[in-house]
Structures are given as structure tokens and as C-alpha cells.
């Protein structure tokens, strides 16, 4: 099981960048998926929203349509750490943002299912980014 810790939530104004870090301890993950997912206000566990992941097939990546061109998923694994950089922020990016992991090893899989929830079993305990306008 690995533990993952995020930070660098807080308040932005509209326009404005934050860097999310999500800091893994307890189990490598340099062969391990890993993603960003936010859940709204008002919305239920079931309705975190898939934002950006990082596969170990290949270094790919993957952003939901809302934050391409904004979002920047990297991750380093030396320190065992993913990263998300946000720029040009909007209030509709105000969500807690929940970091993941998954150990799948089937390349199929992982490709059909690396924007959905139910591929990661392993959750942080989120970061509270707030966006102003």
C-alpha cells in the first residue's frame, strides 16, 4: 500500500497559478499510474472529475478536455512525487484535488481506463484549491 500526501492548494485569484504536489511514501512509483482527480463543491466521492494522469507506458499523459493547454502533469521519481502546475485559473477549477495511484500492470487496461476512478486504489486526503473571480 502507498501513502499519498498532497499540498499546495489555496486561494488564487482568477487567472493566477498554483503547483499541486503529491508526495508518495511506502511504496515506489516510478511503475505506477498516477493522477489528479477534483471533486466540486456540492459533488459526491462518485463525482470526482478526472483531470490528468501519468502513465509508465511510455511517460504518457493524459488531461481532461477542461484543463488542456492550463494543466501540467509531471512527476519526478527519484523523489517520488507527482506534480501538477495550474495556470490561468477559473472559479470553475474550485474543487478539492485528490491525488491516485494504481499499480495496474496490463498496458490495455490502463489505456481504456486511465480516466477512470476505478482504476486507482490508492487515494490521497485532498488539497483545497479555491479560485476567486
Known amino acids: 500500500q502507498v501513502q499519498l500526501v498532497e499540498s499546495g492548494g489555496g486561494l488564487v485569484e482568477a487567472g493566477g497559478s498554483l503547483r499541486l504536489s503529491c508526495e508518495a511514501s511506502?511504496?515506489?512509483?516510478?511503475?505506477?499510474?498516477l493522477a489528479w482527480f477534483r471533486q466540486a463543491p456540492g459533488k459526491e466521492r462518485g463525482e470526482r472529475e478526472f483531470?490528468?494522469?501519468?502513465?509508465?507506458?511510455?511517460?504518457?499523459?493524459y488531461y481532461a478536455n477542461s484543463v488542456k493547454g492550463r494543466f501540467t502533469i509531471s512527476r519526478d521519481n527519484a523523489k517520488n512525487t507527482l506534480y501538477l502546475q495550474m495556470d490561468n485559473l477559473n472559479p470553475e477549477d474550485t474543487a478539492v484535488y485528490y491525488c491516485?495511484?494504481?499499480?495496474?500492470?496490463?498496458?490495455?487496461?490502463?489505456?481504456?481506463?486511465?480516466?477512470?476512478?476505478?482504476?486507482?486504489?490508492?487515494w490521497g486526503q485532498g488539497t483545497q484549491v479555491t479560485v476567486s473571480s
Open positions: 511506502g511504496h515506489a512509483v516510478s511503475d505506477a499510474v
Open positions: 483531470v490528468a494522469a501519468s502513465s509508465w507506458i511510455g511517460g504518457s499523459t
Open positions: 491516485a495511484a494504481s499499480f495496474q500492470k496490463a498496458p490495455g487496461v490502463v489505456v481504456t481506463s486511465i480516466r477512470s476512478r476505478q482504476l486507482y486504489d490508492n
